[in-house]
Nanobody, 118 residues
Framework: QVQVVESGGGLVQPGGSLRLSCAAS????????MSWHRQTPGKERELVAV???????NYGDSVKGRFTISRDNAKNTVYLQMNSLKAEDTAVYYC????????????WGQGTQVTVSS
């Protein structure tokens, strides 16, 4: 049974940091592209960061230089280190695992809320 479970969200002040974790099971983690997406009410889900199954990473323009995605294949976990957080980073953050095809063809977690507010 495939499981993708996010954790680490919460309330943080502007300028602060958070680290999100996504623990996966039920599939060969190292063979999957793992990514973080976020969504706010009334808006489409947007890609935040991706670590491709062959090793490289990419970031959304709004988080470049502030967020870092990493993966630990031994622990079947992907992380999102978020620094210099801004109010506009407030969203529900979702983890996705896909081997081939689009994000929609992959597995999604239930999401974790990140709120940046003073």
């Amino acid at each position: 049974q495939v499981q993708v479970v996010e954790s680490g969200g919460g309330l943080v002040q502007p300028g602060g940091s958070l680290r999100l974790s996504c623990a996966a099971s039920g599939f060969t983690f190292s063979s999957y592209t793992m990514s973080w997406h976020r969504q706010t009410p009334g808006k489409e889900r947007e890609l935040v960061a991706v670590t491709w199954r062959y090793g490289s990473t990419n970031y959304g323009d709004s988080v470049k230089g502030r967020f870092t995605i990493s993966r630990d294949n031994a622990k079947n976990t992907v992380y999102l280190q978020m620094n210099s957080l801004k109010a506009e980073d407030t969203a529900v953050y979702y983890c996705n695992a896909v081997r081939f095809g689009s994000w929609a063809e992959g597995y999604w977690g239930q999401g974790t809320q990140v709120t940046v507010s003073s």
